[in-house]
T-cell receptor, first 115, second 115 residues
Framework: AQSVTQPDIHITVSEGASLELRCNYSYGATPYLFWYVQSPGQGLQLLLKYFSGDTLVQGIKGFEAEFKRSQSSFNLRKPSVHWSDAAEYFCAVDSNSGGYQKVTFGTGTKLQVIP | NAGVTQTPKFQVLKTGQSMTLQCAQDMNHEYMSWYRQDPGMGLRLIHYSVGAGITDQGEVPNGYNVSRSTTEDFPLRLLSAAPSQTSVYFC??????????????FGEGSWLTVV
């Protein structure tokens, strides 16, 4: 069965500092991978997704993520964090299991940004 | 575009009461689903539907019922509310269940408290 692990529950960074959020997945084949962001009191919004090809994918709001097959990882990065980036971030893996889309979410990483 | 609309946004129920969370989408998406979000557990799939008249169970279906009479609507019914159903509920939709990698669009959430 597929699974997603986000090892960091909370991360605190200073505004302007770089950010990396970790995500590890378990799936037999090459998965479809996503990062979603949830602002307080809101639903989830797609940041970026990876299907195939270039392993470095660009998303909205200046985020990028790198797929590393050898490490089963899909870490999210941003070079310079803004206070508005404070939110909860979810990694997700999507497989085509028996011909149907099947999405599993990680438990989330809450990002705090300090001035 | 309204996207995915959920109502109500907040609800307090007494144990044993029943209620329905409404969900509607205006994107002509085939696939709709309900998740619950609990602290430290990410999003867990309750029920999903691959089209009008077709529903199936997700990871945590007990205590919930769904139906899909139209493409647009996918209500979630709590049959006899229990305190363990206190949670934030998200309705979601995507273009098709039978193609992996589709972006999932989320509603803004419904905060349910069972006392």
């Amino acid at each position: 069965a597929q699974s997603v692990t986000q090892p960091d529950i909370h991360i605190t960074v200073s505004e302007g500092a770089s950010l990396e959020l970790r995500c590890n997945y378990s799936y037999g084949a090459t998965p479809y991978l996503f990062w979603y962001v949830q602002s307080p009191g809101q639903g989830l919004q797609l940041l970026l997704k990876y299907f195939s090809g270039d392993t470095l994918v660009q998303g909205i709001k200046g985020f990028e993520a790198e797929f590393k097959r050898s490490q089963s990882s899909f870490n999210l990065r941003k070079p310079s964090v803004h206070w508005s980036d404070a939110a909860e971030y979810f990694c997700a893996v999507d497989s085509n299991s028996g011909g149907y889309q099947k999405v599993t979410f990680g438990t989330g990483t809450k990002l705090q940004v300090i001035p | 575009n309204a996207g995915v609309t959920q109502t109500p946004k907040f609800q307090v129920l007494k144990t044993g009461q029943s209620m329905t969370l409404q969900c509607a989408q205006d994107m002509n998406h085939e696939y709709m689903s309900w998740y619950r979000q609990d602290p430290g557990m990410g999003l867990r799939l309750i029920h999903y539907s691959v089209g009008a008249g077709i529903t199936d169970q997700g990871e945590v279906p007990n205590g919930y019922n769904v139906s899909r009479s139209t493409t647009e609507d996918f209500p979630l019914r709590l049959l006899s509310a229990a305190p363990s159903q206190t949670s934030v509920y998200f309705c979601a939709s995507s273009y098709s269940q039978d193609t992996s990698g589709n972006t999932i669009y989320f509603g803004e959430g419904s905060w349910l408290t069972v006392v």
